[in-house]
């Protein structure tokens, strides 16, 4: 027998006033409701019901027993009730990965309509240009730039990451404006470094590549500082345009080489799949593919 099962037919023995009475109710047969019973006073080693042909009344355990029953019975409603409206709602915790630039230019300054959206949901934002493990280190969902290798995880594409070769004015008065992705090998190419620095960088025009091997005296981890020392004169930089937008546009920095692309970073969103995916996840994705999807 079910303790649970047994305990709410024993509930409704005592509310109805019968056996019988339970027994329609819980559309079973009288016999199984004495089971039941039977059941819990040989679990209990007690009397918890009085029966005569007549009536039936509660022993002082079964009085005692009742108002457990009735408690636990209140609270596993009360828990089912509450999964059931978390599964409804977005709520609860959500920790979510992004890339420093793309984080801190793009998500950090729309994520207070997210938040707004949906106000139960308590969002941690951890900004690393590292790709962290979405299992070990407890994340709900990534935002990656580049390609991805096979992980098994659902990948949802946003809006590629275009990239954009600049510098100062002043710098290029000084040093001349780089006509060729060649010309790049006179002038100081500041790098960008991650787990290594990269010392070349790879254009591309009318189907061909055009690697070029960097001379610069420079490389920093952060976006945000090789943009400050592009604008302070100090070289060339490649970084996104999402971070140069404002600078491009007022001139404090200039697009070269136009005519040679480099090729567009792709951008995606990654989660682990599920069947039954929490409304927090579920709202968070749509957020972010509305805003930054195709």
Known sequence: ????????????????????????????????????????????????????TRKQSLTEAGRIYYGRCIELLSQITDAEIEIKEFHDMPRGLL?????????????????????????????????????????????????????????????????????????????????????????????NCLSFSYHHILRQWTF???????????????SINNGQGLKATALSGVGIIIQPEILLHQE???GKLVEILHDFAIPCRPMNLIYLPDRNMPPKLRSFIDFIVNKWGY
Do not use: W
């Open 248 to 250: 491009l546009k007022s």
């Open 204 to 218: 591309h025009q009318n189907g061909q590549d055009y690697p070029v091997k960097l001379n610069g005296n420079l």
């Open 1 to 52: 027998m079910d303790k649970l099962t047994s305990m709410n037919t024993f509930v409704k023995v005592v509310e109805q006033g019968s056996f019988a009475a339970a027994a329609n109710e819980l559309a079973l047969s009288s016999t199984m409701v004495g089971n039941h019973i039977r059941y819990l006073e040989e679990l209990l080693s007690t009397k918890l019901i009085y029966r005569t």
């Open 95 to 187: 920790r979510v990965s992004a890339p420093i630039t793309f984080g801190n230019v793009c998500l950090a300054s729309e994520i207070h309509e997210y938040m707004a959206q949906v106000p139960e949901v308590e969002l941690q934002l951890i900004l690393s240009d590292y790709c962290v493990d979405l299992v070990n280190d407890n994340y709900d969902v990534a935002i990656r730039i580049g390609e991805l290798p096979e992980s098994g995880m659902v990948a949802r594409p946003l809006r590629p990451y275009r990239l954009v070769t600049c510098a100062s004015p002043d710098y290029l008065e000084k040093h001349g404006t780089p006509k060729t992705p060649a010309d790049l090998a006179l002038h």
